[in-house]
Each structure stands twice: as structure tokens, then as C-alpha cells.
């Protein structure tokens, strides 16, 4: 299994940024995928999680109303279109994989078994 994220990056205030990451090794919709992130100091955070399937979502309070989470299939990629940044979004984002398959969505970090290296998103003016 091999999961990796693209590039982050640096961004104003108020701004956009989309992360994606590519997927292999397994059936990547037969799982569902998520993005969480750590800043420095502070655990590690859910954001947003994508079903298999149907890609049903479900988003912490952090991105609900500014983060839209997908997938394509065809692809084996995953993505997170973050808008409207702000400052306490700077963190180290990681795409991860549900352990089980066909077994629905989760918010806690150990329900996941494979996770990207990360990349680092910084808010700043």
C-alpha cells in the first residue's frame, strides 16, 4: 500500500488551496479515506472522511462550510479543496485509509492503517 500526498503550500488569508493524494496497492474504493492533520504541539485532527461507494462525507466542525472532500475512482486519487483559509489551518495534512473494508466511516485515528507522509500547509499573511 502506498499512499501519496501532493505538495501543500503557503497562502494568505481568505485563500484556496487544493490537496490531493494518489492512492495504490489496494481497492481503493472498496475503503473508505480521509484527511486529518497535526499542527505542532496538538494531536493529531480529523477534518474529513470520504465512504466507499458512494462517497458519502462527513467533516469535523474545523472544515464544514469551507472544505470539500472526494474521490475519484477512476483515478485512485483523493482530494480536499480547501477555501476560505484561515491562519489556525496551518498544519501537516495527511491522507489516510480506512483499516477495513466495506466498513463505513470513522472520525478516530486508529481506525486508519496506512497515512500518506503529509504535507505541510502554512496560513499566513
Known amino acids: 500500500v502506498q499512499i501519496v500526498e501532493s505538495r501543500g503550500g503557503l497562502e494568505q488569508p481568505g485563500g484556496s488551496l487544493r490537496l490531493s493524494c494518489a492512492a495504490s496497492g489496494f481497492t481503493f474504493s472498496d475503503y473508505a479515506m480521509g484527511w486529518f492533520r497535526q499542527a505542532p504541539g496538538k494531536q493529531r485532527e480529523f477534518v474529513a472522511v470520504t465512504n466507499y461507494g458512494d462517497g458519502w462525507t462527513y467533516y469535523a466542525d474545523c472544515g464544514k462550510g469551507r472544505f470539500t472532500i472526494s474521490r475519484d475512482h477512476a483515478k485512485n486519487r483523493l482530494y480536499l479543496e480547501m477555501h476560505s483559509l484561515k491562519p489556525d489551518d496551518t498544519a501537516m495534512y495527511y491522507c489516510?485509509?480506512?483499516?477495513?473494508?466495506?466498513?463505513?466511516?470513522?472520525?478516530?485515528?486508529?481506525?486508519?492503517?496506512?497515512w500518506g507522509q503529509g504535507t505541510q500547509v502554512t496560513v499566513s499573511s
Open positions: 489516510t485509509k480506512l483499516r477495513l473494508a466495506y466498513w463505513g466511516t470513522s472520525s478516530r485515528p486508529d481506525d486508519y492503517n496506512y
